[in-house]
């Protein structure tokens, strides 16, 4: 079974990100960049399903040059191969979307896994938006995955409870926390990755759909009332709950 | 200007996110119109419930195929409403079903959707959308260019307004075709939580605990203290992997984003993980032992001491105010 | 890579030290690879920091004007505190303002580590992050490789080049080194401030790239054998405290508390104003100076850097340079090695040759009665500030009493005081420490 794995290079969630001179964009000289946290699901999830079922898995990544960092540590994970999409223009995700779909036209996949957001535009879209550019059926955010022959059988999470669905393969999922563990490279995974070499696909440039107008700091919040120390506190914490912020 | 909004509801009940994304739609349609579709099972019977709170119209879709939800259904029969109703905007509640819808919708229209945002306007006729980024460290104004602009809103971003009884709307079914084979990811079960949990995205209330609460029994101590509030009990990333909590517990990043009236903080450090699932709350208390936690420097009320004495005098003290 | 394939030298540890040892090995054709237990090189490297640069401008000429470097010193500053006042000697030349700029820049570790690793990767390195070397592979008393964490793979090379800074407890492992006395161990914490680079030049009174280097004695740090320290970075001052843990713990002092207590000290605090602390962190410096000096080289294996305890902790505070020069130190030995195809201890003991010619080993001789001097005269930063302090104070306090009158009375205080001879034996004392 062969599985492709889209994936994305982000600022390290712990980063402080900070505007960039033009406004629109963040500053990312100081800023750590990492494999997106839910593409580490989804590459896990695609090596086990692997080394069930045998085949291979392919890494997906657009973006710029950079970018080769993340396929990077998805191939130390144990991924075979790894594609990059090479843009360094800024696409709005549905034509991302498109960009990748044609980019998987030419890779043999029998199943697609995405990461369910990416970490720095926070839009958990793209897997969506892919399998539609695709026409394939699509499972989100799922946190469970059985692959039965020419189906799958996924769990995903929504408010009310937890839905399985059944889909027809091929199909695109997009990876939730509690999926799995996602294992950590291994020096020899890591050694071997650096050796490998990853296919260059160009990217063709095209408008964005969405115009970004103002990009701005939230208003931050200054908090820091120590009401006081241990169980003596509660009464007063309760009173100003009650009186000063009418939340109780 | 004409809004059209995507009501979700499950059997018969409306989602509190599709009301506030009916608020969101009929300030944004200002003086034009807003027009609701509801689909799926108990679509019709649900309807007029929906009418207090702003649609002029409300569509709604039943189908063999449309029982439960699926995304390739939802998409047709949403896409069959757009395609009568040309709308300027469509509006979708950014709950789980409709993160899993917007982007598919957006795709089949051939149009960008603007995703969990936070603010809502027009900007030279065209959709203009607020949205956090970085995990809410940096806030984007965004605009689509393409019609309709198509955008998902952030649950508890929007307030839902108070119904109208006295509000009329002319409710009429909607048909729409789907071939036997159109629908290939279907869901065939659903476990529903436990009777009487609030959903933590939806909860006015939200008590969590941390590494600090040290063991799945100690939070019996939260969930008694949630109970006396009537809030949902939420977790930090520690205590979900310590496997004290499940997955869906987890408030932060790679958790839920909850926006409550008061968020109470229990044994939790405040990783900038952590408060990037919960610093858009109205109020939030904090319970650490450690003075330096950082969890205090964003607190509007902390408390230096131990859970283990604190919340359950805490839980007392709120009995007592009852 | 094949199981059976093996470096001529692996480093372990992306730090200075370290990467310019693999730095040096690569432009000489040498296979090397560097394992740094930190997600990128600089993640968890903590300095104050002033970066010497004689070395580094060595390896990559003009390194300014691609390296993100903060700001190059051209003024500096030391200073007593007393409890409530303050003595400084202050120091500025527009000579520093010339390339190479005295070799004295601020940095950012996480960004400087982080870069000269890229230059390093350029020049044929391989670098893997996130890995941390657990153990050293011995064999028949040779150090042959190295085993990691995650994964517990194992890694041969030729020759291991420790690099690995202050805890070093593969240095440990093997022998080389014995646990640490924490009387040459010092703790140092310190805060990243950030500040508008307006703000940062009008109250240092420095102007375009130019920066400031503070080094605080006596109150900064309780009187205790240490200093305090304030550096402009470009939008940052980076402060903090640093003594000998053997000290705190005597004094039972929490080097936090230390922190905060220099920060609110009435010469420190208008520095501080309004700043947000960006980060914060504490770490060890090995002070033991030349007399702790471990055995460096065995069979395959050179010790680098602070690993090797080649820190000179005298009020020059300089650490960065002597990693580099090391390190460099090394490379030049496992090219001699490699060449002759020995890389026993006989043969990599050139390294300790090197040293001993160099800088190096030279101003840590120099400076290795100062700490002597200062630990067994504590009295010298716990009080002479105070009162220097005190007889300043007199002296310059306007009053209608004769001037003579006050001198005399000075004279007198500072006889029942400290007393002529003391200061001179002290005085002397120092100065014989520092030749
Ligand atoms: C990619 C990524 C994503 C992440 N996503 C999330 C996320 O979504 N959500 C999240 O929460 N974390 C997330 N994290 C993890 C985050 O970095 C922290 O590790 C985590 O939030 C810490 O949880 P904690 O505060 O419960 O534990 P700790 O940081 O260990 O804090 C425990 C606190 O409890 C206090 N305490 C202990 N005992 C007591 C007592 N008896 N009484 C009172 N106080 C006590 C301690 O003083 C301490 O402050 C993520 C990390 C990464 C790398
Ligand atoms: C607060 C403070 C202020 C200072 N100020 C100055 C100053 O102003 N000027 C100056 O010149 N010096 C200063 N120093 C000293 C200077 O920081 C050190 O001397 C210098 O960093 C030593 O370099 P190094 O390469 O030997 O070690 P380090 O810089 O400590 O690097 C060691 C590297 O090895 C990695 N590592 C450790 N163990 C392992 C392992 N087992 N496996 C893999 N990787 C490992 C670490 O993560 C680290 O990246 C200061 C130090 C401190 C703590
Ligand atoms: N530039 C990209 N290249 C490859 N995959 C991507 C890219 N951007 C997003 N993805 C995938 O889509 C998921 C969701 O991203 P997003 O919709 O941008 O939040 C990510 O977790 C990745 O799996």
Known sequence: MNILVCVKHVPDTEAAVKIAADGKSIQTQDVNFVLNPYDEYAVEEALRLREARGGEVTLLSAGPEEAKKSLRTGLAMGADKAVHLVCAHRHDTLTLARALAAAAGQIPFDLILCGKQAVDDDEAQLGVMLAEALSLPSVSAIVKLEVLDGKAVARREVESGLEVVETSLPAVFTAQKGLNDPRYPSLKGIMMAKQKKIEEIACAQSDSQVEILDLAYPKSRSGGKIVGQGAAAVPELVRLLHEEAKVL | MKVLVFAEQREGEFRKAALEACGAGRRLAEGGELVGVVIGRGASAAAPKLAAYGPDRILTVEHPQLELYSTEGYTTALEAAIKQEQPDAVLIAGTATGRDLGPRLGARLGVPVLADVINLSWNEGKLAAVRPIYAGKLHLSVRSQAQPGVATTRPKAFPAGAPDPGRQAQISPLEVELAPDAIRARVTQMHSEAEGTIELTEADIVVSGGRGLKSHENFKLLEEL???????????????????????????????????????ACGISGAIQHLAGMTSSKVIVAINKDPEAPIFKIADYGIVGDVFEVVPALTEAIKAMK | MSDSEKFDCLVVGAGPAGISAALALARAGIQVAVLERGEYPGAKNVMGGILFTTVLNKLLPEFWKQAPVERHVTQRRFSMLSRDGEVALDFRTGAYNEPPYNHTWTVLRSKFDRWFAEQAEAAGVMIVPGMMVSELLVENGKVVGVKTEPGGDELRSDVVISAEGVNSFL??????????????????????????????????????????????????????????????????????????????????????????????????????????????????????????????????????????????ASHYHEGSNLAMASGLYAAETVVEAKRRGDFSAATLSQYANKLEHSFVLQDLRKFQRVSAYFNENPHTLRDYPDVMVRLLSDYFTVSEKPKAE????????????????????DVFKIGRAMR
């Open chain 2, 226 to 264: 949630a109970r006396t509030l009537g809030a949902a009990v939420g977790a930090s990333r520690a205590a979900v992997d310590s496997g004290w909590r499940t997955h869906g517990d987890q408030v932060g990043q790679t958790g839920k984003v909850v926006s409550p009236t008061l968020y109470i």
């Open chain 3, 171 to 312: 240095a440990e492992q093997v022998g080389l080194r014995r646990p640490h006395d924490p009387r040459h161990m010092a703790v140092a914490v310190k805060e990243v401030i950030a500040l508008p680079a307006s703000v940062i030049e009008d109250r240092f009174r420095i102007s375009g790239d130019e920066g400031s280097a503070w080094e605080v004695f006596g109150q900064a740090v309780q009187g205790t054998f240490g200093s305090g320290f304030v550096y402009t970075n470009k939008d940052s001052i980076s402060i903090g405290v640093g003594s000998t843990i053997h000290d705190m713990t005597r004094h039972r002092l929490n080097p936090n508390e230390v922190l905060e207590q220099f920060k609110r000290h009435p010469a420190i605090r208008p520095l501080v104003r309004g700043g947000e602390t960006l980060e914060y962190a504490a770490h060890m410096i090995p002070e033991g100076g030349f007399t702790h000096l471990p055995r460096m080289v065995m069979d395959g294996l050179i010790l680098t850097g602070d690993a090797a305890g080649l820190v000179n």
């Open chain 3, 406 to 425: 006050i001198e005399k009375e000075v004279i007198r205080k500072f006889r029942s005081e400290i007393g002529v001879l003391n200061l001179v034996k």
